[in-house]
């Protein structure tokens, strides 16, 4: 029997055997790679959630501390603050006109508030940390629009601090509320009244008084709008003068409108409404978002006492005012009062650099300055105001000086003088404009370094008028007969009796064309524009302060205290640098009033009180400027502003 071979069947299953195992290796290779990527798979899913883990856990840790904070928050919240032991507010009043000057010396001095006083003191409160705000009672100050300025730019310092200012008002007009737009709240009591009946000129004319009289004014000018001499020669404005006054009305109405939108809270539409409306009660104005409050000084304190969560509020009335020691008795008391009244002027004599401020207030005249009929507003005098230049100049520690002016002008010659003094002045002088710095009040100016003004400040004016009252007529009614013996064809140029003959009128007209051709060249140099630009700008037309910013005709726009700033800088001085002021012209103490310079030999003018005090407003600021314009108008050429201009 043939045996069988096993071999290839053994090689088949081997075969077999192989494949099997190559399968089974292969499928397991393939299952540990599915293993492996599973696995893969699963790690990160594995880190993902225990992220997510931590991140939940920390969710929850915020949650927790936030519902802690809340309810520590409410827990201090349910818990009363601590009131303040005592809570001390300034308070001031801004009632008089705040006359500018160097201030008052003595007794007196100390019993006048200046705008300078008054500046000083809200400077000092917002300095003061024991002061935590500011209460102004306003009440119908007499100032000008410049002035106003000055003291709401002092108010934005004082806020600027931190601290709140508050108005009180109780019948509030233009200038009152302005002021109290600057604060942070302006309160009036239920029968408080608003009046803000946008902006009036008004001029007052005489030619049909002195026609009734039968004096005649005869005056010549130059320059179409030069209207100084309009209310003695006509009946109304003249159409250039009145288009210029138009036009300087409409400036200060928007600026109205512009402080009022800005302030309150408030559309430019619904102030002009506001305005429109004019006079209202407290209520409606507080219905417009005119005011902030309704409420008596009683039921303000008590609000001001939550708000600054006291039981204890106190005003610190008068606040920055120098105690005055009023008791004269016993031996010494005699001592007392006489060093009390010599204590002279504010000026400061301390050691170290200084500024210089010369206030140039009033209407301008050649010899000394002096108050007017009633003690009130001053008439600068050129000679004073020189000797306070040379005084200014010749001082060591002056580093320079600034020319404070609020002035309608006046002299030609005067306003000439002192122009030439200030530039034969080394040093840096920097011209600071008030409520008007006008016709002489602007010719002084030229001759400074850099011109500030306020943005309404009345300024410009650059013109001439010359001119004389003739009172043949009122002669003639009163029986008066004049007999005249003269020599010379102009003889008769400064009678009081008769007007100007052609010769006469000839040589005036040729003195003011001379006047008037130096005063358009000197302010064209110094404005750096040539003479025919600045004539346009010329013949008498007034501006505000905006206006000449925007004509040339000033540099900046700016408070005194920007002044102050500016001639520290033009000086050298650094802007943080702390200097003293030196105010000129010095005032004399009461000893030298009454007693003179004890020089050996004066003449002392006696004027004798005629118990004027007690008229109305008005009469005497018509009998006041009578009084400056018969000074005045004794010099043959004057540079004087058009009319009396007061803007209501």
Same mark, same amino acid.
């Given at each position: 029997?043939?045996?069988?071979?096993?071999?290839?069947?053994?090689?088949?299953?081997?075969?077999?055997?192989?494949?099997?195992?190559?399968?089974?290796?292969?499928?397991?290779?393939?299952?540990?790679?599915?293993?492996?990527?599973?696995? *893969?798979?699963?790690?990160?899913?594995?880190?993902?959630?225990?992220?997510?883990?931590?991140?939940?856990?920390?969710?929850?840790?915020?949650?927790?501390?936030?519902?802690?904070?809340?309810? &520590?928050?409410? #827990?201090?919240?349910?818990? @009363?603050?601590?009131?303040?032991?005592?809570?001390?507010?300034?308070?001031?009043?801004?009632?008089?006109?705040? /006359?500018?000057? /160097?201030?008052?010396?003595?007794?007196?001095?100390? $019993?006048?508030?200046?705008?300078?006083?008054?500046?000083?003191?809200?400077?000092?409160?917002?300095?003061?940390?024991?002061?935590?705000?500011?209460?102004?009672?306003?009440?119908? @100050?007499?100032?000008?629009?410049?002035?106003?300025?000055?003291?709401?730019?002092?108010?934005?310092?004082?806020?600027?601090?931190?601290?709140?200012?508050?108005?009180? $008002?109780?019948?509030?007009? @233009?200038?009152?509320?302005?002021?109290?737009?600057?604060?942070?709240?302006?309160?009036?009591?239920?029968?408080?009244?608003?009046?803000?009946?946008?902006?009036?000129?008004?001029?007052?004319?005489?030619?049909?008084?002195?026609?009734?009289?039968?004096?005649?004014?005869?005056?010549?000018? %130059?320059?179409?709008?030069?209207?100084?001499?309009?209310?003695?020669?006509?009946?109304?404005?003249?159409?250039?003068?009145?288009?210029?006054?138009?036009?300087?009305?409409?400036?200060?109405?928007?600026?109205?409108?512009?402080?009022?939108?800005?302030?309150?809270?408030?559309?430019?539409?619904?102030?002009?409404?506001?305005?429109?409306?004019?006079?209202? =009660?407290?209520?409606?104005?507080?219905?417009?978002?005119?005011?902030?409050?309704?409420?008596?000084?009683?039921?303000?304190?008590?609000? $001001?006492?939550?708000?600054?969560?006291?039981? !204890?509020?106190?005003?610190?009335?008068?606040?920055?005012?120098?105690?005055?020691?009023?008791?004269?008795?016993? @031996?010494?008391?005699?001592?007392?009062?006489?060093?009390?009244?010599?204590?002279?002027?504010?000026?400061?004599?301390?050691?170290?650099?200084?500024?210089?401020?010369?206030?140039?207030?009033?209407?301008?005249?050649?010899? &000394?300055?002096?108050?007017?009929?009633?003690?009130?507003?001053?008439?600068?005098?050129?000679?004073?105001?020189? +000797?306070?230049?040379?005084?200014?100049?010749?001082?060591?520690?002056?580093?320079?000086?600034?020319?404070?002016?609020?002035? /309608?002008?006046?002299?030609?010659?005067?306003?000439?003088?002192?122009?030439?003094?200030?530039?034969?002045?080394?040093?840096?002088?920097?011209?600071?404009?008030?409520?008007?710095?006008?016709?002489?009040?602007?010719?002084?100016? %030229?001759? =400074?370094? !850099?011109?500030? #003004?306020?943005? =309404?400040?009345?300024?410009?004016?650059?013109?001439?008028?010359?001119? !004389?009252?003739?009172?043949?007529?009122?002669?003639?009614?009163?029986?008066?007969?004049?007999?005249?013996?003269?020599?010379?064809?102009?003889?008769?140029?400064?009678?009081?009796?008769?007007?100007?003959?052609?010769?006469?009128?000839?040589?005036?007209?040729?003195?003011?064309?001379?006047?008037?051709?130096?005063?358009?060249?000197?302010?064209?140099?110094?404005?750096?524009?040539?003479?025919?630009?600045? *004539?346009?700008?010329?013949?008498?037309?007034?501006?505000?302060?905006?206006?000449?910013?925007?004509?040339?005709?000033?540099?900046?726009?700016?408070?005194?205290?920007? #002044?102050?700033?500016?001639?520290?800088?033009?000086?050298?001085?650094?802007?943080?640098?702390?200097? &003293?002021?030196?105010?000129?012209?010095?005032?004399?103490?009461?000893?030298?009033?009454?007693?003179?310079?004890?020089?050996?030999?004066? +003449?002392?003018?006696? *004027?004798?009180?005629?118990?004027?005090?007690?008229?109305?407003?008005?009469?005497?600021?018509? %009998?006041?400027?009578?009084?400056?314009?018969?000074?005045?108008?004794?010099?043959?050429?004057?540079?004087?502003?058009?009319?009396?201009?007061?803007?209501?």
């Amino acid at each position: 029997m043939k045996s069988l071979d096993l071999k290839p069947w053994t090689n088949l299953l081997a075969l077999a055997l192989v494949a099997v195992l190559a399968t089974s290796t292969a499928t397991f290779a393939d299952d540990t790679k599915g293993a492996d990527k599973d696995a *893969k798979a699963k790690e990160p899913a594995s880190a993902s959630d225990d992220k997510e883990k931590e991140s939940e856990k920390q969710e929850k840790e915020k949650a927790k501390d936030a519902k802690l904070a809340k309810e &520590k928050v409410e #827990a201090k919240a349910d818990k @009363p603050a601590k009131k303040a032991a005592k809570v001390r507010l300034a308070q001031l009043n801004i009632t008089s006109s705040l /006359p500018e000057g /160097p201030g008052g010396a003595g007794l007196f001095g100390e $019993l006048q508030v200046d705008l300078r006083s008054l500046l000083d003191r809200i400077e000092r409160a917002s300095k003061d940390d024991t002061i935590q705000g500011l209460v102004l009672k306003i009440e119908n @100050p007499s100032i000008g629009r410049g002035t106003m300025n000055e003291v709401r730019e002092a108010i934005k310092r004082f806020r600027a601090g931190g601290k709140k200012v508050y108005a009180e $008002l109780d019948m509030a007009m @233009p200038t009152d509320y302005l002021i109290a737009t600057a604060c942070d709240e302006i309160v009036m009591p239920e029968s408080g009244t608003l009046v803000l009946p946008g902006v009036s000129m008004e001029g007052m004319f005489y030619k049909g008084l002195l026609d009734k009289l039968g004096v005649e004014a005869d005056f010549v000018h %130059m320059g179409e709008a030069k209207g100084a001499a309009e209310p003695y020669t006509r009946e109304s404005f003249s159409k250039a003068v009145k288009a210029n006054l138009s036009a300087m009305t409409d400036d200060m109405y928007e600026q109205m409108v512009e402080t009022v939108a800005f302030e309150r809270p408030i559309t430019r539409k619904e102030a002009i409404a506001a305005i429109d409306e004019g006079l209202m =009660t407290a209520t409606k104005a507080k219905e417009l978002g005119l005011i902030d409050r309704v409420a008596y000084s009683t039921e303000l304190k008590q609000t $001001l006492g939550k708000a600054y969560n006291t039981d !204890k509020l106190v005003y610190v009335q008068n606040y920055g005012k120098k105690a005055i020691d009023t008791d004269f008795s016993g @031996p010494t008391g005699l001592l007392k009062f006489i060093k009390l009244m010599s204590t002279g002027s504010k000026t400061s004599t301390a050691s170290g650099k200084k500024i210089a401020v010369v206030y140039a207030v009033g209407a301008i005249t050649t010899g &000394k300055s002096e108050p007017d009929l009633f003690g009130e507003t001053s008439v600068m005098g050129s000679t004073t105001i020189i +000797e306070a230049l040379r005084d200014a100049a010749a001082d060591d520690d002056v580093a320079a000086i600034v020319l404070r002016i609020n002035s /309608p002008g006046g002299s030609a010659i005067a306003s000439d003088l002192m122009w030439n003094e200030i530039e034969a002045i080394d040093k840096p002088i920097v011209a600071s404009m008030g409520d008007v710095a006008a016709s002489g009040g602007y010719y002084i100016a %030229m001759g =400074t370094d !850099k011109i500030f #003004a306020e943005p =309404t400040t009345i300024t410009g004016s650059i013109g001439v008028v010359g001119g !004389k009252m003739a009172l043949r007529g009122l002669y003639d009614k009163l029986g008066i007969s004049i007999d005249t013996i003269s020599r010379g064809a102009n003889a008769g140029v400064f009678s009081s009796t008769n007007k100007f003959t052609a010769g006469e009128r000839k040589v005036i007209q040729g003195t003011m064309e001379e006047t008037y051709e130096q005063f358009t060249s000197k302010a064209a140099e110094g404005r750096d524009m040539p003479v025919e630009q600045l *004539k346009k700008l010329a013949g008498g037309k007034v501006y505000s302060g905006r206006q000449a910013k925007a004509n040339g005709l000033i540099d900046e726009l700016g408070t005194l205290d920007d #002044a102050i700033a500016e001639a520290k800088k033009l000086a050298g001085i650094d802007a943080d640098a702390d200097v &003293k002021l030196k105010t000129l012209p010095k005032t004399p103490d009461l000893m030298e009033s009454l007693f003179g310079d004890n020089s050996s030999e004066q +003449e002392v003018e006696v *004027k004798v009180d005629l118990g004027l005090g007690n008229l109305h407003p008005e009469l005497k600021k018509l %009998m006041s400027r009578a009084q400056i314009l018969q000074r005045v108008f004794q010099e043959p050429v004057v540079l004087m502003m058009p009319f009396h201009l007061e803007v209501k």
